[in-house]
């Protein structure tokens, strides 16, 4: 199955931009990169979706180069309630694979 | 509007003994997926739904796990001879068609066999 890495844990203070970088060297063509989040005791939740270039929503931008190996998601002026686990993956024709995810603690 | 929800919201059951697990999904969404979570892990896909039929049920662990959507709209996760190693959070998702769609996941159902 297709497979992404993405660092285990991030920390950032509140206000800041926080960029976390996923790597998936084997994307297929046919597959979009998708971020979710996951609040604990909730299930995860759509935060953005993109082929390639870049793509801007209410919360959050995806940076992809023109190579697909990676993404970035980034999320502006983070405050305490983005503290969560975000999770990298591919949606397209195969099962969704969730890794362990990016761990992000806001601090105030 | 209403979003997916679970039931129950946790099940505590013994070693051995059969559960089922409900999720009803956003009315109109013909794909359905169900999910396994254990702790600092993410989700595990486990089986997904076009309409009443399983698309895909290539995370299904071993023949103790089952899941039915007889009329493509409630789906149930039906466990036999639980055991230990089964307790986890259960994840069900929905979206309007194929996979490539945003997935909306309920609240999960927690599932403890002692």
């Known amino acids: 199955l297709a497979k992404t890495t993405q660092p285990i844990s991030m920390d950032s203070y509140e206000g800041q931009e926080v960029n976390i970088t996923c790597s998936h060297n084997?994307?297929?063509?046919?597959?979009?990169i998708t971020w979710y989040q996951q609040f604990p005791s909730q299930g995860p939740r759509f935060i953005i979706q993109?082929?390639?270039t870049k793509v801007t929503n209410e919360v959050a931008s995806l940076f992809i180069p023109a190579d697909r190996k990676s993404s970035t998601l980034s999320l502006p002026r983070v405050s305490l309630s983005d503290t969560a686990v975000y999770y990298c993956l591919f949606s397209g024709n195969t099962p969704l694979v969730f890794g362990k995810g990016t761990r992000l603690s806001v601090i105030a | 509007g209403a979003g997916v929800s679970q039931t129950p919201s946790n099940k505590v059951t013994e070693k051995g003994k059969y559960v089922e697990l409900r999720c009803d999904p956003i009315?109109?969404?013909?794909?359905l997926y169900w999910y396994r979570q254990s702790l600092g892990q993410g989700p595990e896909f486990l089986i997904y739904?076009?309409?009443?039929?399983?698309?895909?049920d290539s995370g299904l662990p071993n023949d103790r796990f089952f899941a039915v959507r007889p009329e493509g709209s409630v789906s149930t996760l039906k466990i036999q001879r639980t055991e230990r190693g089964d307790s986890a959070m259960y994840l069900c998702?929905?979206?309007?068609?194929?996979?490539?769609?945003?997935?909306?996941f309920g609240p999960g159902t927690r599932l403890t066999v002692l």
């Open positions: 009315s109109g969404h013909t794909a």
């Open positions: 739904f076009q309409g009443t039929g399983a698309a895909d």
């Open positions: 998702a929905s979206s309007l068609n194929r996979q490539y769609n945003e997935q909306f």
């Open positions: 084997n994307i297929a063509t046919n597959d979009y």
């Open positions: 993109g082929y390639k």
